[in-house]
């Protein structure tokens, strides 16, 4: 026979350890450099910077302008701006963003997973 007392001290403890790591799931806020789908909403400004057919388009940009890459291809890339720390992952078709260098010029663009890709990134003052 179980006492009253006892059935409801069973039945609080569970109630609290089922919801004790419930409070502390939220993510933290993302770093810089965003990466996502391309239905990301946070890449609806700032220039467009296309990778298709293992090709880099070529974009004109103002210094320090936010530069979406969207990635058309079915594997992952990298957009990376030689000469500066810029060196972004970009998914599968999928998009991440980067600030333009803060110095005007052309800057290469490479891929590190795919070397044979090359395009240009042209910075305005």
Sequence with gaps: MT???TAAAIVLTAVALGT???ASTTAPPAASVTVGTSSD???AGGAKLTI???MFSDLTVRAGES???TNQDGVAHTANVNG???DVQVPANGQAT???PAKAGSYPLTCDI???MHGTLHVTA
Excluded: D
């Design 41 to 43: 909403p946070a890449t």
């Design 114 to 116: 795919h070397p044979a």
């Design 20 to 22: 004790a790591g419930c």
């Design 3 to 5: 006492r009253p007392w």
């Design 67 to 69: 530069v979406t890459v």
């Design 98 to 100: 980067f600030t333009a």
């Design 52 to 54: 298709s057919g293992f």
């Design 84 to 86: 500066t720390a810029i």
